[in-house]
């Protein structure tokens, strides 16, 4: 693997600046292995809380016309239960990030203090599911809120901290600066977009859950705008994602001030193998342009 692609984020170092994005694939040691095998430079687990959730009745994830639409209701079997996991996760020979939620600031404080507890190497606050009451997103909207789980969280935990932010607000850059302030390690933009698909023929509502968050493709230029708005607003790195599925889409966002790219639906359409066309072909571009680090080309796009 190149130099030129060695990235280290809030002091995690990491052989490339490809993550697994959270839910996709990332319920098992065994899954996460086969995405570090396939070129991820580091994995997020799913969210995993205090308590087992069995998450939402089918259908829970639909294809949209360039994406998907998906409301699985945070199903994960407790992060205690998931530390084994977790440590199964530590001989991958990349940084573990394991996601959590919670539905009070003393929960997410609990549930990362167990995933650090089995070798976790960060955490992703998971602020930003459209789809669960009185936890992701209904968090992520107060700026207030998502200081104070951050507060909670580093006041119990020594590793760095992300905080994962939602599209569904207003202004995004607001959020994010709170969060930095509150000590956040770093800003992982975006979840999902709230949407919803209904079936003309029944006239129903597809999802069980009726509106759900889209991903994929159709999300990518507003994922690319709230990069572009964080970054000039905070000091930490920010970590994109939202329909990353090319090496082309990875330099847009590295140009809009991600310093690291999250990739999950575009597992579901092309296969693992997009973690290594991704880095091979950023590697291309960087050694066509004369740049000797990824690091370079990391907001460049802000010049203009
Ligand atoms: C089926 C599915 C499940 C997801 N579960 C989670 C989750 O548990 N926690 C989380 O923070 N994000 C979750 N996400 C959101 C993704 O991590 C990501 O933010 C979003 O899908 C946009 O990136 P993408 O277009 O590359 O998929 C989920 C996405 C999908 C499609």
């Known amino acids: 693997m190149s130099r030129r692609l060695a990235i280290e984020i809030a002091g995690l170092k990491l052989?490339?600046?490809?993550?697994?994005?959270?839910?996709?694939?990332?319920?098992?040691?065994?899954?996460?292995?086969?995405?570090?095998?396939?070129?991820?430079?580091?994995?997020?687990?799913?969210?995993?809380?205090?308590?087992?959730?069995e998450g939402y009745p089918n259908p829970t994830v639909v294809q949209a016309e360039c994406g998907l639409l998906n409301a699985v209701g945070l199903?994960?079997?407790?992060?205690?239960?998931?530390?084994?996991?977790?440590?199964?996760?530590?001989?991958?020979?990349?940084?573990?990030?394991?996601?959590?939620?919670?539905?009070?600031?003393?929960?997410?404080?609990?549930?990362?203090?167990?995933?650090?507890?089995?070798?976790?190497?960060?955490?992703?606050?998971?602020?930003?599911?459209?789809?669960v009451e009185k936890t992701g997103a209904e968090i992520g909207q107060s700026s207030q809120l998502v200081a104070e789980i951050l507060k909670k969280v580093k006041g119990r935990v020594d590793t760095p901290v992300f905080v994962k932010l939602t599209p569904n607000v207003a202004d995004i850059a607001k959020v994010a600066k709170a969060a930095a302030e509150a000590g956040a390690d770093a800003i992982t933009a975006i979840n999902t977009v709230r949407a919803m698909i209904i079936d003309v023929e029944t006239t129903?509502?597809?999802?069980?859950?009726?509106?759900?968050?889209?991903?994929?493709?159709?999300?990518?230029?507003?994922?690319v705008r709230c990069v572009y708005e964080v970054y000039r607003e905070v000091d930490i790195p920010v970590i994109g994602c939202g329909g990353i599925s090319t090496w082309r889409d990875a330099v847009e966002f590295m140009l809009a001030g991600a310093s690291a790219v999250q990739i999950g639906t575009a597992i579901a359409f092309n296969g693992?193998?997009?973690?290594?066309?991704?880095?091979?072909?950023?590697?291309?571009?960087l050694k066509k342009r004369g740049f000797r680090s990824v690091k370079e080309i990391v907001g460049l796009s802000h010049r203009y």
């Open 272 to 285: 693992l193998d997009v973690f290594k066309s991704v880095t091979k072909g950023v590697d291309a571009y």
């Open 15 to 53: 052989a490339n600046p490809t993550m697994l994005a959270s839910g996709i694939l990332g319920l098992s040691g065994l899954t996460l292995k086969r995405v570090a095998d396939a070129g991820a430079g580091a994995v997020v687990t799913k969210s995993v809380g205090l308590e087992p959730r």
């Open 75 to 131: 199903p994960n079997p407790g992060v205690q239960y998931f530390s084994e996991e977790i440590r199964e996760a530590k001989e991958l020979g990349v940084p573990i990030i394991v996601s959590v939620y919670g539905f009070s600031s003393e929960e997410f404080a609990e549930a990362a203090r167990v995933a650090v507890e089995a070798g976790a190497d960060a955490i992703e606050l998971n602020v930003s599911c459209p789809h």
């Open 204 to 223: 129903r509502p597809i999802l069980a859950n009726k509106i759900g968050g889209l991903s994929g493709t159709a999300i990518k230029p507003i994922a």
